[in-house]
């Protein structure tokens, strides 16, 4: 059964699965929410935002962080992206050694320049992606 005191300690306990400003708006949610569906929010296993980071800082180049978080169509292009611009890094210091194929090498340059930084962007916000998966499930749950 919930009551207040419930609710306000499971978002204390779990605060650091969410975003400090989705707190009040899930706090209203579960006040207003049937029994079942509390019970199906505390059973509910959160991803780690930690674990999530570090999985995304280790195997993040192959897309893995977006699969985990079940963005699968970006987990693909980030694969194929991340994949070839390795490749294109590369390839490019050959390109660039040849002066006829100098823009090849500054193309294959900038795919391998791009894919890092998709790479580089994804590891700093994936705390935040998870935090706002986390928050998706939970009103997922709610809204069934």
């Known amino acids: 059964m919930k009551d207040t005191n419930s609710i306000n300690s499971y978002l204390k306990i779990h605060e650091d699965h969410f975003l400090r400003n989705d707190i009040d708006t899930l706090r209203e949610r579960l006040m207003s929410c049937s029994d079942s569906k509390w019970d199906s929010v505390r059973l509910l296993n959160l991803k780690e935002p930690l674990s999530i980071l570090l999985v995304s800082l280790c195997a ?3 897309g893995i962080d977006r699969f985990i ?4 169509g970006t987990g693909i292009l980030k694969l194929f992206v991340c994949q070839l611009g390795i490749i ?3 390839v490019s210091f050959f390109f660039l050694l040849a002066q006829e ?6 193309v294959c340059l ?12 994804d590891v700093c916000l994936s705390i935040k992606f ?3 998966y986390n928050y998706n499930r939970v009103i997922f749950i709610l809204d069934l």
């Open 110 to 121: 900038v795919w391998f320049i791009v894919a890092e930084l998709w790479w580089l962007v």
């Open 130 to 132: 998870t935090k706002e």
């Open 60 to 62: 993040g180049i192959w």
């Open 101 to 106: 194929t100098v823009v090849w090498g500054i």
């Open 88 to 90: 294109a890094g590369v």
């Open 69 to 72: 978080l079940g963005k699968k």
